[in-house]
C-alpha cells in the first residue's frame, strides 16, 4: 500500500473505528505543539495558530466526553489566547498525559489545572478520586436534554451532587442536546456506559464536522419526521449499537402506557418528568451493579477468605500440602495463596454445580447469554473442542445427515463419529495460492440441499456445521446463509462454531455477523408485516425451490415466515478473544425448539463433562463477561483499530513490504464474495459507509485482526518463519500454511506489540538485502528458487473425493453422506488394516489401478487442525500430492514410520451389503425422533 493510503487509515478510519485513539493522537499533537511554544520557537505565532485549529477541532469530540472536561478546555485555550506559553504547556502535558494513560478515571491531578494548585473546579472531582479513597471504577453517563446549554453545567451538578461516599462506582455526566449528539457521543466515548434520556430534544447536531457525520450516517436512520418520540427513537438506535448500554427514559408521556410498551423494551427504566433525580442516579449505579457482578467469582472469593476445613479429594485445596512442603514450596511462591484457598472440589458452601447449576453459576450462565445475545448459555471447562462434541451429541441422531464443511475443527468430525450421524461433506473455496482453504460458500451449500431434496432424503438433514470466522479471518454472512438454507429446508439447525469470534460481539460492525447477531436479525424479520410481503413477492416470482428450479441457484432465497424455526447454536472459545482461562469456552443458544432437546442437551453436558471442572476456569468465564460488558466496546474497537494500522505499517513500510506483506481482503477473499469490491481496510476513496455496505452485503468479510502474513518472498516457509520469530525475536504465533504466518491482534495487544514486530520484520528484512548483497549471484539464485518454490510451485489443495462404496446407503446417490462412524469403527479391528507407506511406489499404483485405497484414520495436519483425511475416505492423487508437499511437521493420525493406515479391501468388501461392523451404530436411514 502506498504512504499516501497509510495516511488515510490513520486520519479517515481511525476516525471510524478509534475515535478515542485519534483523540489522543490529537492531544499529543497539542502537546507537542504547546512545548514548542514553551521552548520559545522563533515560529510561535505559526505554531500558535496551528494549536488553536487543533483545540478548536478537538472541540466538538470533547464536548462528547467528560475529561478534559468545560472547565479545562477553557482554562487551556485562555492559556494559549494570553499566550502564556509555559502554564498551557503545563496543562496541555497533564490532559495529554492523563488520557493517554487513562489515568484521569482514578488520579485527582488530573482534573487539575496546576500542579499544586487547587482544582480548578473543585466541584468536578469525581468524590472517589478527590478523597483518596481506594479505587472505584469510573464510568461517564450520558444526559440527552432539551434544555439550553446554558442550564447544562447545572444539569451536571444535579447529578454530581448525589454522589455518596458510599456508592461503589463513580460517574461523570456528559451533557448532549440533540439526538445527533447523544448518538455521536455513544460512538466516539467509550467511557459511556449509561444514557439518561430527557424527552423533548431535537435531532440536529449541533457541530458541523464532515467525521463524525459519515460515522453517524453509517449507523443512524435519516431524520424522523417528527420529533415527538425521538426519545425511543433515539433507545432503540443506541440499543442496536451498544446493546450493553443501560439506557433510561424520563418523559412527561403517559409513563404506564410506555414502560409496557414494545417500543421501550430496550429501555431499563422509565421515569415520569425530571423529579426523580435521586432514582435516576440509584438506577444508573444499580444498572452498572449489575453487569459488574459476577455471581460465581465472588462466592470463589469469598469462600477463598473462610476458614475452610477440607475433609473431600484435591489436597492443593487450602494450600496447606504446598506451603508446608519441603520440596514444592516454589509452586506456592509461584501461584499465590488465592489460588489454592480458592481451590475446592465441593459443589456446596456458596460454591455450585457445573453439571447440575441452580445457584450462582446458573445466575453466571444467564449473564453470559445476555451479554453474548443468546437465550441461554453454558459454561464448558475444556475448550470448544467440548463444546463442539456436546452440540454434536445432543443434537443428532444416528442416521441424521449434516452438512459440513470438510476444514471444520476437527472436534466437529470426531463429534459426528460419536453421534454417529452421517456427514456430507462440501468444501470451502480454496486459496491455492496462499495453501489454505477460504470458507464455505451458500452455493455449494443449497446444491447439498437440493440434491437431497431430489433423493427424498431433506428430512434426514438435521444441521449444518460452519466455521465462523475462519482460522484464516472469513467472516461469513450469516444472515443470508441461515435465510438461504431456511428457504430450503425452514427447521434447519445451525452451529456455527465461534471459536475465534466470540469477541466480535462487542463490536457494532462484527456483530450482525455472529450466529446470534443474525439470530435476533432473523426473528426480527419473521415477525415483520413488511418481510411477508417481501416473501410473497419473492414466491411468486421464484415458484417451487427445488434442483429442477433454475433459478433457484442464482437468487437468494427467502424462507417462509409461517414454517421458519430459528434454531441456532453458537460455540465461543471465550479464552481465544476475551480475558478466560485457557480452555474457557461457551455454548449459547438461541434455538425455539430448546425444550425438545433440553433432556438430550444434559445427557450430552453429563456426557462429556469432567465431574472435576476448574473452578477458576469458571470464575474467568464470569469475569470476561462482565470485562466485556463494561469495557468490551472500547477493547475490541481498540484491537480493531490496531490491526488495521499494523496492516498499514507492514505494506507500507519501504523495506519490509519488499519482503513480506498483509494479505489484503482483495487477497484473501475472492471477487465473486465481495460484491461491495472491498479491497483493504481504508484504502483510498474508501468510506464508513461502503465499509458498512460490504459488512451487510459482501458473501464473505475478511475479520481486519486476522493478519495473514505472507513470508515467502522473503523465502520463508510458515513453519521456519514460525520458528524464526519465537527463537530470535521472543514472538509467538499459531498458525502458519506453505507460504504465511498468522499474526493475530487481540483485546490484549498494544502498539508496543506492533512496534516488535515491526522491529523483527525490519531486521529479518535488512538481514536478507545484507546476504544478497554479500552473496553474489550464486546466493541470489538460491534465494530465488526458494521464493519460487513457495510462492509460484504450491500444491493443489484436495478436495474431499468421497466415502468408499462400503459406507454408502447407495453409492450411486448424488448426495455424498456416508457411514463414517462404521469407518472409525472398522479401523479398530488391526486385521481389517493395512499400511502403505507415503513415497511408495506401491500406493502410486494403488491409487491409480485399484483396488481402491480408503483411509482408516482422520489425517489431520496441526496447525490448522481439519483434517485432510477422514475415516472411509478414499485416498486420490491429489491428497497424497498435497501430503508430499506439506510443510506442517505434526499430522495427527499419521506415522511416517508406519505409513498411512487404510482399510483393506478385504475388509471393505466383507462390510459391503452386510451388516454394519462391531461397535457401529445400527444403520439407520429413518429421521431422528427427537428435534427435527
Ligand atoms: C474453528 C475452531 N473450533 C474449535 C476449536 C477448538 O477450540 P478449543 O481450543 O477451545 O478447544 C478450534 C481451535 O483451534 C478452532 O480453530
Same mark, same amino acid.
Given at each position: 500500500?502506498?504512504?499516501?493510503?497509510?495516511?488515510?487509515?490513520?486520519?479517515?478510519?481511525?476516525?471510524?473505528?478509534?475515535?478515542?485513539?485519534?483523540?489522543?493522537?490529537?492531544?499529543?499533537?497539542?502537546? /507537542?505543539?504547546?512545548?514548542?511554544?514553551?521552548?520559545?520557537?522563533?515560529?510561535?505565532?505559526?505554531?500558535?495558530?496551528?494549536?488553536?485549529?487543533?483545540?478548536?477541532?478537538?472541540?466538538?469530540?470533547?464536548?462528547?466526553?467528560?475529561?478534559?472536561?468545560?472547565?479545562?478546555?477553557?482554562?487551556?485555550?485562555?492559556?494559549?489566547?494570553?499566550?502564556?506559553?509555559?502554564?498551557?504547556?503545563?496543562?496541555?502535558?497533564?490532559?495529554?498525559?492523563?488520557?493517554?494513560?487513562?489515568?484521569?478515571?482514578?488520579?485527582?491531578?488530573?482534573?487539575?489545572?496546576?500542579?499544586?494548585?487547587?482544582?480548578?473546579?473543585?466541584?468536578?472531582?469525581?468524590?472517589?478520586?478527590?478523597? %483518596?479513597?481506594?479505587?472505584?471504577?469510573?464510568?461517564?453517563?450520558? @444526559?440527552?436534554?432539551?434544555?439550553?446549554?446554558?442550564?447544562?453545567?447545572?444539569?451536571?451538578?444535579?447529578?454530581?451532587?448525589?454522589?455518596?461516599?458510599?456508592?461503589?462506582?463513580?460517574?461523570?455526566?456528559?451533557?448532549?442536546?440533540?439526538?445527533?449528539?447523544?448518538?455521536?457521543?455513544?460512538?466516539?466515548?467509550?467511557?459511556?456506559?449509561?444514557?439518561?434520556?430527557?424527552?423533548?430534544?431535537?435531532?440536529?447536531?449541533?457541530?458541523?464536522?464532515?467525521?463524525?457525520?459519515?460515522?453517524?450516517?453509517?449507523?443512524?436512520?435519516?431524520?424522523?419526521?417528527?420529533?415527538?418520540?425521538? #426519545?425511543?427513537?433515539?433507545?432503540?438506535?443506541?440499543?442496536?449499537?451498544?446493546?450493553?448500554?443501560?439506557?433510561?427514559?424520563?418523559?412527561?408521556?403517559?409513563?404506564?402506557?410506555?414502560?409496557?410498551?414494545?417500543?421501550?423494551?430496550?429501555?431499563?427504566?422509565?421515569?415520569?418528568?425530571?423529579?426523580?433525580?435521586?432514582?435516576?442516579?440509584?438506577?444508573?449505579?444499580?444498572? $452498572?451493579?449489575? /453487569?459488574?457482578?459476577?455471581?460465581?467469582?465472588? +462466592?470463589?472469593?469469598?469462600?477463598?477468605?473462610?476458614? $475452610?476445613?477440607?475433609?473431600?479429594?484435591?489436597?492443593?485445596?487450602?494450600?496447606?500440602?504446598?506451603?508446608?512442603? +519441603?520440596?514444592?514450596?516454589?509452586?506456592?511462591?509461584?501461584?499465590?495463596?488465592?489460588?489454592?484457598?480458592?481451590? &475446592?472440589?465441593?459443589?456446596?458452601?456458596?460454591?455450585?454445580?457445573?453439571?447440575?447449576?441452580?445457584? +450462582?453459576? =446458573?445466575?453466571?450462565?444467564?449473564?453470559?447469554?445476555?451479554?453474548?445475545? %443468546?437465550?441461554?448459555?453454558?459454561?464448558?471447562?475444556? #475448550? *470448544?473442542?467440548?463444546?463442539?462434541?456436546?452440540?454434536?451429541?445432543?443434537?443428532?441422531?444416528?442416521?441424521?445427515?449434516?452438512?459440513?464443511?470438510?476444514?471444520?475443527? =476437527?472436534?466437529?468430525?470426531?463429534?459426528?463419529?460419536?453421534?454417529?450421524?452421517?456427514?456430507?461433506?462440501?468444501?470451502?473455496?480454496?486459496? *491455492?495460492?496462499?495453501?489454505?482453504?477460504? &470458507?464455505?460458500?451458500? /452455493?455449494?451449500?443449497?446444491?447439498?440441499?437440493?440434491?437431497?431434496?431430489?433423493? +427424498?432424503?431433506?428430512?434426514?438433514?438435521?444441521?449444518?456445521?460452519?466455521?465462523?470466522?475462519?482460522?484464516?479471518?472469513?467472516?461469513?454472512?450469516?444472515?443470508?446463509?441461515?435465510?438461504?438454507?431456511?428457504? $430450503?429446508?425452514?427447521?434447519?439447525?445451525?452451529?456455527?462454531?465461534?471459536?475465534?469470534?466470540?469477541?466480535?460481539?462487542?463490536?457494532?460492525?462484527?456483530?450482525?455477523?455472529?450466529?446470534?447477531?443474525?439470530?435476533?436479525?432473523?426473528? #426480527?424479520?419473521?415477525?415483520?408485516?413488511?418481510?411477508?410481503?417481501?416473501?410473497?413477492?419473492?414466491?411468486?416470482? @421464484?415458484?417451487?425451490?427445488?434442483?429442477?428450479?433454475?433459478?433457484?441457484?442464482?437468487?437468494?432465497?427467502?424462507?417462509?415466515?409461517?414454517?421458519?424455526?430459528?434454531?441456532?447454536?453458537?460455540?465461543?472459545?471465550?479464552?481465544?478473544?476475551?480475558?478466560?482461562?485457557?480452555?474457557?469456552?461457551?455454548?449459547?443458544?438461541?434455538?425455539?425448539?430448546?425444550?425438545?432437546?433440553?433432556?438430550?442437551?444434559?445427557? &450430552?453436558?453429563?456426557?462429556?463433562?469432567?465431574?472435576?471442572?476448574?473452578?477458576?476456569?469458571?470464575?474467568?468465564?464470569?469475569?470476561?463477561?462482565?470485562?466485556?460488558?463494561?469495557?468490551?466496546?472500547?477493547?475490541?474497537?481498540?484491537?480493531?483499530?490496531?490491526?488495521?494500522?499494523?496492516?498499514?505499517? $507492514?505494506?507500507?513500510?519501504?523495506?519490509?513490504?519488499?519482503?513480506?506483506?498483509?494479505? *489484503?481482503?482483495?487477497?484473501? @477473499?475472492?471477487?465473486?464474495?465481495?460484491?461491495?469490491?472491498?479491497?483493504?481496510?481504508?484504502?483510498? %476513496?474508501?468510506?464508513?459507509?461502503?465499509?458498512?455496505?460490504?459488512?451487510?452485503?459482501?458473501?464473505?468479510?475478511?475479520?481486519?485482526?486476522?493478519?495473514?502474513?505472507?513470508? %515467502?518472498?522473503?523465502?520463508?516457509?510458515?513453519?521456519?518463519?514460525?520458528?524464526?520469530?519465537?527463537?530470535?525475536?521472543?514472538?509467538?504465533?499459531? =498458525?502458519?500454511?506453505?507460504?504465511? @504466518?498468522?499474526?493475530?491482534?487481540?483485546?490484549?495487544?498494544?502498539?508496543?506489540?506492533?512496534?516488535?514486530?515491526?522491529?523483527?520484520?525490519?531486521?529479518?528484512?535488512?538481514?536478507?538485502?545484507? /546476504?544478497?548483497?554479500?552473496?553474489?549471484?550464486?546466493?541470489?539464485?538460491?534465494?530465488?528458487?526458494?521464493?519460487?518454490?513457495?510462492?509460484?510451485?504450491?500444491?493443489?489443495?484436495?478436495?474431499?473425493?468421497?466415502?468408499?462404496?462400503?459406507?454408502?446407503?447407495?453409492?450411486?446417490?448424488?448426495?455424498?453422506?456416508?457411514?463414517?462412524?462404521?469407518?472409525?469403527?472398522?479401523?479398530?479391528?488391526?486385521?481389517?488394516?493395512?499400511?502403505?507407506?507415503?513415497?511408495?511406489?506401491?500406493?502410486?499404483?494403488?491409487?491409480?489401478?485399484?483396488?481402491?485405497?480408503?483411509?482408516?484414520?482422520?489425517?489431520?495436519?496441526?496447525?490448522?487442525?481439519?483434517?485432510?483425511?477422514?475415516?472411509?475416505?478414499?485416498?486420490?492423487?491429489?491428497?497424497?500430492?498435497?501430503?508430499?508437499?506439506?510443510?506442517?511437521?505434526?499430522?495427527?493420525?499419521?506415522?511416517?514410520?508406519?505409513?498411512?493406515?487404510?482399510?483393506?479391501?478385504?475388509?471393505?468388501?466383507?462390510?459391503?451389503?452386510?451388516?454394519?461392523?462391531? #461397535?457401529?451404530?445400527?444403520?439407520?436411514?429413518?429421521? &431422528?425422533?427427537?428435534?427435527?
Amino acid at each position: 500500500m502506498a504512504a499516501t493510503a497509510k495516511v488515510e487509515v490513520r486520519k479517515g478510519l481511525s476516525g471510524y473505528f478509534s475515535a478515542s485513539q485519534g483523540r489522543v493522537d490529537r492531544w499529543r499533537s497539542v502537546h /507537542r505543539l504547546a512545548k514548542a511554544l514553551a521552548a520559545g520557537s522563533s515560529a510561535s505565532e505559526a505554531l500558535r495558530n496551528e494549536a488553536l485549529e487543533e483545540l478548536n477541532s478537538l472541540a466538538p469530540l470533547e464536548e462528547l466526553c467528560a475529561y478534559p472536561g468545560p472547565a479545562l478546555m477553557a482554562t487551556l485555550k485562555e492559556r494559549l489566547q494570553t499566550r502564556d506559553w509555559t502554564a498551557f504547556a503545563r496543562l496541555a502535558q497533564r490532559i495529554s498525559i492523563s488520557l493517554l494513560s487513562n489515568s484521569y478515571r482514578d488520579d485527582p491531578e488530573a482534573w487539575k489545572a496546576d500542579e499544586d494548585g487547587e482544582a480548578h473546579t473543585p466541584e468536578v472531582l469525581p468524590p472517589g478520586i478527590a478523597r %483518596g479513597q481506594a479505587r472505584k471504577p469510573y464510568f461517564e453517563v450520558l @444526559v440527552v436534554t432539551p434544555g439550553e446549554r446554558s442550564t447544562w453545567e447545572a444539569t451536571r451538578e444535579s447529578l454530581r451532587r448525589l454522589r455518596r461516599d458510599s456508592d461503589s462506582f463513580i460517574y461523570e455526566p456528559v451533557v448532549v442536546g440533540s439526538f445527533e449528539d447523544a448518538a455521536l457521543a455513544a460512538i466516539v466515548n467509550y467511557n459511556i456506559n449509561a444514557v439518561v434520556i430527557f424527552d423533548g430534544f431535537g435531532y440536529p447536531s449541533q457541530h458541523a464536522v464532515p467525521d463524525l457525520r459519515e460515522i453517524l450516517a453509517a449507523h443512524v436512520p435519516a431524520a424522523p419526521s417528527t420529533d415527538a418520540d425521538l #426519545g425511543t427513537t433515539l433507545a432503540r438506535v443506541l440499543n442496536t449499537y451498544r446493546p450493553e448500554l443501560d439506557l433510561y427514559l424520563a418523559t412527561d408521556r403517559d409513563v404506564g402506557a410506555l414502560a409496557g410498551s414494545d417500543e421501550a423494551a430496550c429501555i431499563r427504566r422509565v421515569f415520569y418528568g425530571v423529579e426523580e433525580m435521586l432514582e435516576i442516579h440509584l438506577s444508573i449505579l444499580d444498572g $452498572i451493579a449489575e /453487569r459488574y457482578a459476577t455471581p460465581f467469582f465472588d +462466592n470463589l472469593k469469598k469462600y477463598a477468605q473462610r476458614p $475452610i476445613g477440607t475433609f473431600h479429594a484435591l489436597p492443593v485445596a487450602r494450600g496447606k500440602s504446598i506451603f508446608k512442603s +519441603n520440596w514444592i514450596r516454589d509452586m506456592g511462591d509461584f501461584y499465590g495463596a488465592n489460588l489454592f484457598l480458592a481451590e &475446592s472440589s465441593a459443589t456446596t458452601g456458596g460454591l455450585d454445580s457445573l453439571l447440575e447449576p441452580t445457584g +450462582n453459576i =446458573k445466575v453466571a450462565q444467564e449473564k453470559a447469554a445476555r451479554a453474548l445475545g %443468546g437465550d441461554r448459555a453454558f459454561f464448558v471447562t475444556n #475448550g *470448544t473442542s467440548t463444546a463442539n462434541k456436546i452440540v454434536h451429541m445432543a443434537l443428532l441422531n444416528p442416521g441424521d445427515i449434516v452438512l459440513i464443511d470438510r476444514d471444520c475443527h =476437527k472436534s466437529h468430525h470426531y463429534g459426528l463419529v460419536l453421534a454417529g450421524a452421517q456427514p456430507y461433506y462440501i468444501d470451502a473455496f480454496p486459496l *491455492t495460492q496462499y495453501s489454505m482453504y477460504g &470458507s464455505l460458500a451458500i /452455493r455449494p451449500i443449497k446444491e447439498a440441499l437440493l440434491a437431497l431434496k431430489a433423493e +427424498n432424503k431433506l428430512d434426514r438433514a438435521k444441521m449444518v456445521v460452519l466455521t465462523n470466522c475462519t482460522f484464516d479471518g472469513h467472516v461469513a454472512n450469516t444472515v443470508q446463509t441461515m435465510l438461504e438454507c431456511l428457504a $430450503i429446508k425452514p427447521d434447519l439447525i445451525f452451529l456455527w462454531d465461534e471459536a475465534w469470534f466470540g469477541f466480535a460481539r462487542f463490536s457494532p460492525f462484527l456483530r450482525r455477523r455472529t450466529g446470534m447477531g443474525a439470530a435476533a436479525k432473523i426473528r #426480527g424479520m419473521m415477525r415483520d408485516p413488511a418481510y411477508r410481503e417481501r416473501y410473497n413477492a419473492f414466491k411468486a416470482s @421464484v415458484g417451487e425451490i427445488d434442483a429442477k428450479n433454475k433459478k433457484v441457484l442464482d437468487t437468494p432465497l427467502l424462507p417462509d415466515p409461517d414454517k421458519v424455526r430459528v434454531r441456532v447454536w453458537e460455540t465461543d472459545s471465550v479464552h481465544k478473544s476475551m480475558s478466560a482461562l485457557r480452555q474457557g469456552s461457551i455454548i449459547v443458544v438461541a434455538d425455539q425448539d430448546f425444550h425438545r432437546i433440553e433432556p438430550m442437551f444434559k445427557e &450430552s453436558f453429563f456426557t462429556h463433562t469432567s465431574t472435576s471442572p476448574n473452578q477458576q476456569i469458571i470464575a474467568s468465564l464470569d469475569l470476561a463477561r462482565r470485562q466485556m460488558e463494561l469495557e468490551g466496546y472500547e477493547l475490541v474497537q481498540r484491537a480493531i483499530q490496531l490491526a488495521i494500522e499494523a496492516r498499514a505499517d $507492514i505494506n507500507s513500510h519501504p523495506l519490509v513490504s519488499k519482503y513480506f506483506r498483509a494479505a *489484503t481482503p482483495a487477497e484473501m @477473499v475472492p471477487a465473486q464474495y465481495r460484491q461491495s469490491g472491498i479491497a483493504d481496510f481504508g484504502a483510498p %476513496g474508501w468510506s464508513v459507509a461502503k465499509t458498512m455496505k460490504a459488512l451487510d452485503g459482501d458473501e464473505f468479510f475478511l475479520d481486519p485482526t486476522r493478519i495473514t502474513l505472507l513470508c %515467502g518472498n522473503a523465502g520463508y516457509d510458515g513453519t521456519q518463519f514460525k520458528a524464526l520469530l519465537s527463537n530470535e525475536y521472543d514472538i509467538q504465533i499459531n =498458525k502458519t500454511s506453505r507460504n504465511s @504466518v498468522l499474526v493475530q491482534i487481540n483485546i490484549n495487544n498494544t502498539r508496543s506489540d506492533v512496534a516488535l514486530l515491526m522491529k523483527a520484520l525490519a531486521d529479518i528484512s535488512r538481514a536478507i538485502e545484507k /546476504r544478497l548483497a554479500e552473496g553474489g549471484e550464486k546466493e541470489k539464485a538460491i534465494f530465488e528458487a526458494r521464493v519460487k518454490s513457495l510462492v509460484t510451485d504450491v500444491p493443489d489443495l484436495p478436495d474431499f473425493s468421497r466415502f468408499h462404496d462400503a459406507f454408502r446407503d447407495n453409492p450411486k446417490s448424488a448426495a455424498n453422506e456416508g457411514h463414517m462412524r462404521e469407518a472409525f469403527y472398522l479401523a479398530a479391528r488391526p486385521e481389517a488394516c493395512e499400511y502403505l507407506k507415503l513415497n511408495s511406489k506401491e500406493l502410486d499404483d494403488r491409487i491409480r489401478n485399484g483396488p481402491e485405497v480408503v483411509s482408516a484414520k482422520f489425517v489431520i495436519p496441526y496447525p490448522p487442525g481439519f483434517p485432510i483425511l477422514v475415516p472411509g475416505q478414499v485416498i486420490t492423487d491429489a491428497t497424497i500430492t498435497f501430503m508430499r508437499k506439506l510443510d506442517v511437521k505434526e499430522i495427527h493420525g499419521y506415522n511416517a514410520a508406519m505409513g498411512l493406515e487404510c482399510l483393506k479391501p478385504e475388509a471393505l468388501a466383507q462390510l459391503k451389503g452386510k451388516a454394519p461392523a462391531a #461397535g457401529a451404530a445400527q444403520r439407520s436411514t429413518k429421521p &431422528s425422533p427427537v428435534g427435527t
